[in-house]
């Protein structure tokens, strides 16, 4: 490793404080950079933390725009921290279509949770990447677990597909509705709630007779789904997580206790009937084809042949003289 690089992944590995923040920093966002030379510079960075990495409980959480995840993450973090915990919080924001950079700034909507030594956070502008999370997140994620913050938090925008990409870069998916949700089940997709491993009603404080409806209708929506599209085990079998429903205020602090026993089970399960693991080495080779997948794409678009014949064959699919497959085929045939 480079002498500049050692020096930032031993700041990494140091003891907490200033200086291992700000080399967090550092290295995040050389790993967020385009330029070839920062791309290898990251490259070598993340491989040397790798073996330091892997150890947090990750969690990834979405939830409607108004449902509260800033509140609830804050009243979550803090929470963690006074029993012991480090807490990295990752919050991918929408980007600006016009700037490119992040429209919400999380770091002012946890300004308790940020402003304590044992938490960090790290808004980042999603890029108009699939999922709304942000492309770099997952490895933003394993400088977090190198640098010895044993519970990393990856929150999304919530809307599009960005549950799916933080369901795929987590160990547990954590779905927040409001109390009303329950009275129209139409309006919660099936997808998104087939991914939850726990659904958390919040803001149950303003509506406890609505919280509760919304609990028992999205318990029973749950039993219909069946275990992760697998209905023939799920009910049987002890030894298989079964997704719960939760109530709690986040911005009462009630419930979190409840809430943590809850993750704490599920981590217990997971880890003893090996889906937890099995979960990670999945991640990891779908991750690897993610990138391969963008990375020829990038490599395509880029191509001197390909960009010289791109924009005449694009008009002609749009006049309707070239069938759209005809024209990816001679596209593809100019990059080889």
Request: hydrophobic share 45%; proline share 4%.
């Amino acid at each position: 490793m480079s002498l500049s690089n050692q020096a930032l992944a031993d700041a990494v590995l140091g003891p907490p404080g200033p200086a291992q923040r700000r080399a967090i920093a550092k290295t995040i966002t050389l790993l967020e950079s385009t330029r070839a030379d920062h791309r290898a510079r990251a490259d070598e960075l993340l491989n040397g933390l790798l073996p330091h990495s892997g150890k947090s409980l990750r969690l990834g959480i979405s939830g409607v725009p108004g449902v509260g995840k800033s509140t609830f993450i804050e009243a979550l973090g803090l929470f963690l921290i006074n029993q012991g915990h480090r807490v990295a919080v990752l919050a991918v924001d929408p980007s600006s279509s016009v700037s490119g950079g992040s429209i919400l700034g999380d770091k002012t909507r946890m300004e308790q949770l940020s402003a304590d030594e044992r938490a960090y956070i790290r808004p980042s502008p999603s890029g108009g990447t699939l999922g709304g999370v942000a492309e770099k997140t997952r490895e933003s994620l394993l400088v977090c677990e190198a640098a010895g913050y044993d519970i990393v938090i990856v929150e999304t925008v919530g809307v599009g597909q960005s549950e799916t990409a933080v369901a795929n870069m987590t160990d547990m998916f954590i779905l927040l509705q409001l109390p009303n949700a329950g009275d129209d089940l139409q309006a919660i997709k099936k997808g998104v709630m087939e991914l939850a491993d726990l659904v958390v009603i919040n803001k149950a404080d303003l509506d406890a007779h609505a919280a509760t409806r919304a609990r028992a209708q999205i318990t029973s929506a749950l039993r219909l789904f069946g275990q992760h599209g697998d209905p023939h085990h799920a009910a049987h079998d002890q030894a298989l997580w079964q997704p719960q429903v939760l109530q709690l205020s986040a911005l009462k602090s009630q419930g979190l206790p409840e809430f943590w026993a809850a993750v704490s089970r599920y981590r217990e399960l997971q880890t003893a009937n090996g889906r937890f693991a099995a979960r990670r080495h999945n991640q990891d080779q779908a991750w690897m084809w993610e990138r391969i997948d963008a990375g020829l794409k990038q490599r395509f678009r880029q191509h001197p042949a390909v960009q010289a014949a791109l924009p005449l064959l694009s008009q002609q699919v749009r006049a309707g003289e070239v069938a759209a497959s005809v024209a990816a085929r001679r596209l593809l045939e100019l990059f080889h």
